[in-house]
């Protein structure tokens, strides 16, 4: 059994914030943080619609380095699977000049439940000065948790104050003892963690203040580090009865200048009196004493935040749903269950790509994704009576294979889009087909040193828009054998289904349609406009590649409608791009026949050799450093290319080198960050693993930036996170002479000054599939619609009874919903018997902590 919290973020946009620059203006960014870490990431769940993007005003473009296309003049494969560039992990990107501006960004996190709030700051990006701080929204898990849909709307900015901006614990004991004189009250400080750093070395100088009735008394001052070991106790007179409370104060000591505040516990006395003695960590408080802004006097922010606390029971508990689950779709549209379309109606559109994620993750782990696209297949052809409607509204169907080709798909799609997005980017041409919209002082002059006239834009851009619709298509005519084996059979079935469905001939295209209704309108088209958000690319794109990727996204709606007239008629400036889109047409169709030829034996074996080799989870260059002998270390760091499966962390001198296996991942113990001033870097970070002799060791790589760093890190945490011996400590630091460098501990075995975050993880479009939190979440889902679903066993009852339903689907429809509310109702059962409660918290369960 375990408990799993997550965070669903979205930040949407702000308004009226105020101006930093001489301009008038600001160039505002967010950086998201969960207990004072930097921890978000761009994902593909958000699909842009056509025009999305427009209410963001860009810099103009910066130069961009991008590396060669691999692959290209290759007869019949594609690249294939292309490295995922680095998206930003710490922040979303820059709205230049505006004070309202517009992000519409998302993330998921998935965190350990003891956290305690998440943070969201606005800041101005200065290009040659530090970037300012605008303010910042702070959400507690209390807050939260008392949004059960979510926390959704406004909210004020409020200013930052250094005293406010806090972060650690610290190590405490409180003992009441008795003395011939009366009671004393004994606070032994013993150590603290993870401190602000306030000093240019990227550490502390902490002392701790303890003060309480009138007398104060301190610790000594440990120099550079954020981690330090006092072991110091205190005592004071005891009055009982006295209201005045204990303050336990920590600070960085400066030579020069007045010394910064690092964070304060504060305890009600009283409390302690019938404890006798506590002990435990405590998480240090601001000081909240100082007067702020006037309320919305910086802005807001509009925010849609989701808290979702899960407690997973063991695998066994959820068997019987998931075999009830799997016996419906094996059985097909004709069985006698038909829960899935029951759930389907008892579902809402807002959960309804949740729950057909979920659904669909679940039957991959059970091997049935391809049954049971294909039972929904088959559910929405038996309601659909004219072909133009197939596929278009926002069913379980649509909603189920979207989210399946972005599980199975996403790598092919970057095979076959990645090189024409790169070269979109990099030649950064003005395009426009729409003649109201040309600007002809945007392209500048030509060479006969004259402007061009609108004619001249508009032709140019209609040869810039062939020729990258061309490359599109061919690149996708040669895909058909790097296309995942599971999809072209899942698109087979789709291809066979609506060809039954509709056999005659004015119903030709249907069945390439309906194919191409979510492999380009669903899936190719919403990666055009966004690239970043399907990991396309590292940043958002200026207002003139969004342009010439919009028309091109409208290029390939075009072709994907099999160039209809009803398309055609929308918008008739892209009539220039016909006969491209016309042998676009045969292309795709001449592709989409060769991708759904695949019988099953080919399936199988495509399969069963992809089976054989681990794919990479995560790849990349990383800088290496592995510490040797007692000497120091040197921050002489070789770079290499990496790669990381569910088997082992290998690299190889470049990407195509052979790969020499590092650590085996069954051995990793941690993966953590390692403090700035090790190396003098904050994107460095540890993987701490036991070596074939037993012996642990540990191997220091370096990021080219933090962001990069959070990836690494999150991914090296899922593929061990089931590894026995995790350690639940370990040293941010590294031991350098004689004592590691955080806590000045002399013993290079201790177990570590501060806490592991194996559970601090990001969520990827790739990540391991979890059967049993997928089950929890279809449970919760299911127990939601509880009295929906009993109020259709009333109705089909009634039905059998009066006669009304024939014999047979009724009847087995009823015992199928019948079983599955018994199921629901003994997984509640074992839900309650369960030892649940609240989130673990820190060790103070008997002494208050004063606001």
Same mark, same amino acid.
């Given at each position: 059994m375990a408990k799993r919290s997550s965070l669903s973020i979205r930040i949407v946009e702000g308004k009226n914030l105020p101006a930093k620059d001489i301009s008038g203006s600001s160039d505002p960014y967010c950086i998201v943080k969960v207990d004072n870490e930097p921890i978000i990431r761009y994902g593909p769940s958000l699909q842009p619609q056509l025009g999305v993007g427009d209410r963001t005003t860009p810099r103009p473009p910066l130069s961009v380095q991008l590396t060669a296309r691999e692959g290209e003049g290759s007869e019949h494969l594609i690249p294939w699977p292309r490295p995922l560039p680095d998206t930003p992990a710490g922040r979303t990107a820059t709205v230049w000049k505006t004070l309202c501006p517009f992000w519409g960004e998302e993330y998921q996190v998935h965190l350990p439940p003891t956290?305690?709030?998440?943070?969201?700051?606005?800041?101005?990006?200065?290009?040659?000065?530090?970037?300012?701080?605008?303010?910042?929204?702070?959400?507690?898990?209390?807050?939260?948790?008392?949004?059960?849909k979510g926390f959704s709307g406004w909210a004020h900015l409020t200013e930052v104050d250094p005293d406010e901006e806090v972060q650690g614990e610290i190590h405490l004991r409180l003992e009441v003892v008795a003395r011939p004189r009366g009671r004393r009250l004994r606070c032994?400080?013993?150590?603290?963690?993870?401190?602000?750093?306030?000093?240019?070395?990227?550490?502390?100088?902490?002392?701790?203040?303890?003060?309480? &009735?009138?007398?104060?008394?301190?610790?000594?001052?440990?120099?550079?580090?954020?981690?330090?070991?006092? &072991?110091?106790?205190?005592?004071?007179?005891?009055?009982?009865?006295?209201?005045?409370?204990?303050?336990?104060?920590?600070?960085?000591?400066?030579?020069?200048?007045?010394?910064?505040?690092?964070?304060?516990?504060?305890?009600?006395?009283?409390?302690?009196?019938?404890?006798?003695?506590?002990?435990?960590?405590?998480?240090?408080?601001?000081?909240?004493?100082?007067?702020?802004?006037?309320?919305?006097?910086?802005?807001?922010?509009?925010?849609?935040?989701?808290?979702?606390?899960?407690?997973?029971?063991?695998?066994?508990?959820?068997?019987?749903?998931?075999?009830?689950?799997?016996?419906?779709?094996?059985?097909?549209?004709?069985?006698?269950?038909?829960?899935?379309?029951?759930?389907?109606?008892?579902?809402?559109t807002e959960c309804r790509q949740d729950v057909a994620t979920n659904l669909l993750k679940l039957f991959l782990g059970e091997g049935l994704a391809k049954d049971f696209l294909d039972l929904l297949f088959q559910l929405e052809l038996g309601r659909t009576s004219e072909a133009n409607t197939l596929f278009r509204s926002n069913s379980l169907a649509s909603k189920s294979m979207e989210s399946f080709l972005k599980v199975a798909g996403m790598r092919y799609l970057h095979g076959v889009l990645g090189p024409i997005i790169d070269r979109v980017f990099e030649e950064k041409k003005y395009v426009e087909l729409d003649p109201s919209k040309v600007e002809v002082k945007d392209v500048g002059c030509s060479?006969?040193?004259?402007?061009?006239?609108?004619?001249?834009?508009?032709?140019?851009?209609?040869?810039?828009?062939?020729?990258h619709l061309g490359a599109l298509l061919s690149s996708l005519s040669r895909s058909v054998r790097a296309c995942p084996a599971v999809v072209r059979a899942t698109f087979r079935q789709l291809f066979r289904r609506v060809r039954e469905r509709f056999p005659s001939a004015q119903h030709e295209n249907v069945p390439f349609i309906a194919v191409t209704s979510f492999l380009c309108l669903r899936f190719f088209s919403p990666a055009i406009m966004a690239p970043k958000l399907f990991h396309l690319r590292e940043r958002h794109a200026d207002a003139r590649t969004s342009r010439t990727l919009l028309l091109l996204a409208k290029a390939v709606q075009n072709v994907g409608n099999m160039d209809t007239p009803a398309s055609r008629a929308k918008e008739a400036w892209m009539e220039p791009l016909q006969p491209t889109v016309r042998q676009g047409v045969a292309q795709l169709k001449d592709f989409i026949t060769k991708l759904v030829d695949i019988e099953e034996k080919e399936e199988l074996d495509l399969q069963r050799?992809?089976?054989?080799?681990?794919?990479?989870?995560?790849?990349?260059?990383?800088?290496?450093?592995?510490?040797?002998?007692?000497?120091?270390?040197?921050?002489?760091?070789?770079?290499?290319?990496?790669?990381?499966?569910?088997?082992?962390?290998?690299?190889?001198?470049?990407? &195509?080198?052979?790969?020499?296996?590092?650590?085996?991942?069954?051995?990793?113990?941690?993966?953590?960050?390692?403090?700035?001033?090790?190396?003098?870097?904050?994107?460095?970070?540890?993987?701490?693993?036991?070596?074939?002799?037993?012996?642990?060791?540990?191997?220091?790589?370096?990021?080219?930036?933090? &962001?990069?760093?959070n990836q690494w890190l999150s991914a090296l945490r899922k593929v061990s996170i089931s590894n026995p011996g995790?350690?639940?400590?370990?040293?941010?630091?590294?031991?350098?002479?004689?004592?590691?460098?955080?806590?000045?501990?002399?013993?290079?075995?201790?177990?570590?000054?501060?806490?592991?975050?194996?559970?601090?993880?990001?969520?990827?479009?790739?990540?391991?599939?979890?059967?049993?939190?997928?089950?929890?979440?279809?449970?919760?889902?299911?127990?939601?619609?509880?009295?929906?679903?009993?109020?259709?066993?009333?109705?089909?009852?009634?039905?059998?009874?009066?006669?009304?339903?024939?014999?047979?689907?009724?009847?087995?429809?009823?015992?199928?919903?019948?079983?599955?509310?018994?199921?629901?109702?003994?997984?509640?059962?074992?839900?309650?018997?369960?030892?649940?409660?609240?989130?673990?918290?820190?060790?103070?369960?008997?002494?208050?902590?004063?606001?």
């Open positions: 956290f305690h709030a998440v943070a969201f700051y606005v800041m101005d990006e200065d290009a040659l000065s530090r970037d300012d701080v605008i303010g910042k929204v702070c959400l507690t898990r209390d807050t939260l948790a008392a949004h059960p032994s400080v013993l150590e603290a963690r993870d401190l602000a750093p306030k000093d240019r070395n990227g550490a502390s100088d902490p002392f701790v203040r303890v003060r309480y &009735n009138g007398r104060t008394q301190e610790t000594s001052i440990v120099k550079k580090s954020c981690y330090p070991r006092w &072991n110091e106790t205190f005592e004071f007179e005891l009055e009982e009865g006295t209201a005045e409370a204990l303050c336990v104060e920590a600070w960085d000591w400066d030579l020069v200048s007045r010394n910064d505040f690092l964070g304060k516990v504060v305890f009600n006395v009283q409390s302690l009196w019938a404890a006798q003695q506590e002990e435990g960590w405590f998480r240090l408080q601001p000081d909240q004493s100082k007067s702020r802004r006037g309320e919305g006097s910086l802005g807001s922010l509009q925010l849609e935040v989701r808290l979702r606390d899960e407690t997973v029971l063991p695998s066994g508990c959820y068997q019987p749903l998931v075999q009830l689950l799997c016996r419906e779709v094996k059985l097909g549209a004709q069985g006698p269950g038909q829960l899935i379309p029951l759930i389907e109606e008892t579902t809402s060479g006969l040193h004259r402007p061009q006239t609108e004619a001249e834009v508009l032709e140019q851009s209609a040869q810039t828009l062939r020729s050799a992809l089976s054989l080799q681990a794919p990479p989870v995560k790849e990349g260059p990383l800088f290496i450093h592995r510490t040797k002998g007692k000497g120091p270390l040197m921050s002489s760091f070789k770079k290499l290319h990496f790669s990381l499966t569910t088997e082992a962390l290998s690299f190889a001198k470049t990407p &195509n080198s052979k790969k020499s296996a590092l650590i085996k991942l069954a051995n990793v113990r941690a993966a953590e960050k390692v403090a700035e001033k090790s190396f003098g870097s904050s994107h460095v970070m540890q993987v701490i693993y036991e070596d074939d002799a037993g012996k642990p060791q540990t191997v220091y790589l370096q990021c080219k930036c933090v &962001n990069e760093l995790l350690l639940g400590s370990y040293h941010p630091g590294v031991f350098r002479g004689d004592k590691w460098s955080c806590c000045h501990q002399k013993d290079k075995s201790d177990l570590g000054c501060d806490k592991t975050r194996s559970r601090v993880t990001l969520q990827e479009w790739n990540d391991p599939l979890d059967h049993d939190l997928e089950a929890q979440l279809i449970y919760r889902h299911l127990l939601g619609v509880e009295a929906a679903l009993r109020e259709k066993r009333r109705e089909l009852s009634a039905g059998t009874e009066a006669g009304s339903v024939p014999t047979g689907p009724g009847e087995a429809a009823e015992d199928a919903l019948a079983q599955l509310l018994r199921v629901l109702r003994d997984l509640q059962e074992a839900h309650r018997s369960s030892p649940t409660g609240s989130p673990p918290s820190e060790p103070n369960r008997l002494l208050a902590l004063q606001t």
